[in-house]
């Protein structure tokens, strides 16, 4: 099984440089000042508290919960089980029928080849800018067929590799570079071992939907490879996305959920007590609150398992999707406990 034999690894292991990788990492912030990315004791690479002031989960002036950072995610995707496209923006993934911004219910739109539906002018132009100028059917993009295939398999990953996909084309074309696109992903950890033989059957589709007449050098560079090392990518960084706005701590995603990938949220590491969580109030924008005060220079953590659960469900799940074994205070004290009462 994939997800019993993962290897945490570093995509900044190749030949990038110091000076490049320092500028991946600004672009990755993007100015933000309440935190900085850097080594975390056994975890890697971490998130921490930059200000020299501790921050308060509520905010005194305008009693409102205190935001580290907000971030739209590179790509996403609704859900492949609900099948309500039509009733969502297939951009920020907000709902059409409680879409009130401007006090106007009328501004929905929709591509006019291929009838994809957004809640605004301004999604549709960022779609197109992004990605759907690649995706969209009227151009002669197989990406329907794609689209049927994760459908039916139940399999969302090959889904935002096409997103992905079209996103390091557009940024190609548009500014002649992969600084904002290919290089930033080279910087999340991937899962490192020999692909399931289930992702050939996803390649196989995604190629024929989404490579037809390409130059030979295109393909080359987006071969099996390729494919492979953006799924590893997918595997490990992915974020179920429930939009609520009442959300108060994590809320564990489903099979249902829509999914996104997101550079700087990737970098925040787990924790069975964690001092954030990541909620979607309004759209796919993720939000990054606390669950408790942070000190200046604390790590940023969030669950990526549902702390409800035993230690032994807990470390279980764990290990099954994201290959580590947790060793925060809350679990080594709970396996002392337990230890305790086995003698």
Not at 115 to 135: I, P, R, T
Not at 164 to 184: D, Q
């Amino acid at each position: 099984m994939f997800n019993q034999l993962i290897k945490r690894t570093f995509c900044t292991n190749n030949k990038l440089n110091n000076v490049v990788i320092n500028d991946l990492y600004k672009f990755i912030l993007n100015n933000n000042k309440l935190v900085e990315i850097k080594e975390s004791d056994k975890k890697g690479r971490g998130l921490f508290y930059t200000q020299n002031t501790q921050l308060p989960v509520i905010n005194k002036e305008t009693n409102k919960p205190n935001i580290l950072f907000k971030e739209e995610p590179f790509i996403s995707y609704p859900s492949i089980i609900k099948l309500d496209h039509d009733k969502i923006c297939n951009h920020c993934l907000k709902s059409l029928e409680n879409n009130n911004s401007n006090n106007n219910n009328n501004n929905h739109t929709e591509c006019e080849g291929c009838n994809v539906k957004y809640c605004s002018n301004e999604c549709k132009e960022k779609a197109s800018l992004q990605y759907h100028s690649v995706l969209c059917k009227s151009n002669g993009s197989g990406f329907h067929y794609l689209e049927k295939h994760s459908q039916i398999e139940k399999r969302r990953f090959p889904l935002l590799a096409g997103k992905i996909l079209a996103r390091v084309l557009m940024g190609y074309h548009l500014e002649k570079s992969a600084n904002k696109t290919w290089f930033p992903l080279q910087m999340l950890t991937f899962a490192n071992k020999p692909a399931p033989l289930e992702w050939k059957d996803d390649y196989l589709i995604f190629s024929r939907s989404l490579l037809k007449g390409m130059k030979e050098s295109s393909l080359k560079k987006f071969n099996y490879d390729w494919f492979v090392k953006v799924m590893q990518i997918l595997y490990l960084n992915t974020i179920g996305i429930d939009i609520d706005p009442n959300q108060t701590t994590t809320k564990m995603s489903t099979p249902e959920s829509s999914i996104g990938l997101y550079f700087l949220t990737s970098f925040i590491n787990h924790s069975c007590d964690p001092n954030a969580y990541v909620q979607f109030p309004n759209d796919h924008t993720a939000e990054i609150r606390l669950l408790k005060p942070i000190n200046p220079g604390e790590e940023i953590t969030i669950s990526y398992a549902d702390t409800s659960k035993d230690i032994i469900d807990r470390r279980s799940q764990l290990f099954e999707n994201y290959g580590f074994n947790c060793e925060c205070p809350k679990c080594l004290n709970e396996l002392k406990l337990k230890k305790e009462k086995a003698t």
